[in-house]
């Protein structure tokens, strides 16, 4: 019987799900998976926060709770606290109703919804991210039907922030271009601008009329300071201009699984709020409808109430606290190995990945000899490590750097 899809090529291979199936595969008792954005604990283990099995608790014994669709832009107290989180408790947007959020399946489907509202009412078809950049942001624009460009972000001689570069790039932009910005803890080089650059960014982005769209995927995460880390995207708001705004919950929270987030946007006037919101409605009724509800239920329970938030808070701490103990351990043990090279941007860098410095032959080394898996652009997962693997990490790094130079 003739088959519709017999005409169909393969996909490409996903260099991620490359390294995530070899992993996989692997049989070795001391292999170790650095590879994935997921955060695991001393003992290696994934981590459920106390905060969110309270929550669960709370709402499992509340019967008068039900299973009924949420409206299409999800639970109304869930997007009004997520947009506080990020802008400020005394956010002058939300004061003057210029904010409209809407809750998205986690990070990836808020910048999903953006792309497609964008790409229906944006009159620039080019969107600017940086180089390098998350690997599913350009995915996720050019399937919107945008043409994706790249700024000057990384500078792989300093292993540090090409500043000059990426003012320049943006500054060459043309006129009403996106721009994505993470907001902290940039994925994939840990490498984020000072408090001092972003307002630099920020001026040559308005002066360009450029419209930035910011991936808000770890605040908290990043410092273990949840205003910190919504500093540079409160400079934007603060200044009066348009900006999205995409948000997760997935790491900050632990609820990568619950696919949790929320699109905001920031508009000039509470009359534009009005027309965009009904807009993003109809981007999300033929793609999904209605969001899930039971993580926004999770997350709504944690910030409403003021113990289960500070609660949280502090446990978000003791993340982003382990992560640089491990960036520590990791660099003295490299130091201690004598291993070739500078090795201080492991300290430097922030969040949840390093970008090592290993080109892919090293990484491909080390995956075979040492059964450690990273991405090939030598991105590593220091979120991923304990104790106990540091030096398991630094004695392979140390062979692939003095064998594999």
């Known amino acids: 019987m003739d088959s519709s899809f017999s005409s169909i090529v393969p996909a490409p291979q996903d260099p991620i799900l490359t390294v995530y199936f070899a992993s996989r595969d692997d049989l ?15 003992e290696g283990k994934p981590l459920v926060l106390q905060a969110v099995r309270r929550a669960e608790q709370q709402l499992a014994n509340d019967m008068s709770r039900d299973k009924e669709y949420l409206p299409l832009d999800g639970l ?34 808020s910048l999903r919804i953006g792309a497609e509202f964008l790409a229906k009412h944006n009159q620039e078809r080019v969107i600017f991210v940086s180089n390098p950049t998350w690997g599913n942001h350009p995915n996720i624009f050019s399937l919107a039907g945008f043409s994706v460009e790249y700024y000057r972000y990384y500078d792989p001689k300093t292993r540090g922030l090409d500043f000059k570069g990426m003012l320049e790039d943006l500054g060459a932009a043309p006129s009403g271009a996106i721009v994505v910005l993470q907001a902290c803890a940039h994925n994939p080089t840990g490498v984020d601008p000072t408090l001092k650059q972003w307002e630099q960014i920020r001026q040559v982005v308005r002066s360009k009329s450029l419209l930035p769209f910011f991936d808000n995927a770890y605040q908290g995460f990043a410092s273990g300071d ?18 999205l705004i995409a948000q997760s919950f997935a790491k900050n929270m632990g609820l990568y699984g619950e696919r949790i987030g929320a699109l905001t946007i920031v508009c000039t006037s509470e009359d534009v709020v009005r027309k965009v919101k009904s807009q993003l409605l109809l981007v999300v009724r033929p ?27 502090v446990e978000l701490k003791g993340m982003a606290n382990r992560i640089f103990s491990m960036r520590k ?70 062979a692939a750097v003095t064998r594999m130079a």
């Open 28 to 42: 070795s008792p001391v292999k170790l998976n650095l590879s994935g954005g997921s955060y695991r604990s001393e």
């Open 76 to 109: 109304a107290e869930f997007n009004k606290l997520s947009a506080k989180l990020i802008l400020g408790d005394d956010s002058s947007a939300m004061k003057e109703n210029r904010v409209v959020t809407i809750q998205c399946l986690s990070g990836t489907g």
């Open 226 to 243: 949840l205003e910190l880390d919504a500093q540079a995207v409160r400079m934007f708001v603060n200044d009066g201009g348009e900006c």
């Open 287 to 313: 793609m999904y409808l209605s969001p899930p509800i039971h993580g926004a239920s999770i997350v709504t329970t944690i910030l409403k109430n003021s113990d289960m938030y500070n609660d949280w808070t």
């Open 329 to 398: 351990q990791l660099n003295e043990a490299l130091q201690a190995r004598g291993t070739p090279g500078d090795w201080s941007h492991i300290i430097k860098q922030i969040g949840m990945f390093s970008f090592t410095g290993l080109n892919e032959k090293q990484v491909r080394f080390i995956a075979k000899e040492y059964h450690i898996y990273m991405n090939y652009d030598g991105r590593v997962s220091i979120a991923g490590l304990s104790s106990k693997t540091v030096s398991q990490l630094a004695d392979a790094i140390h």
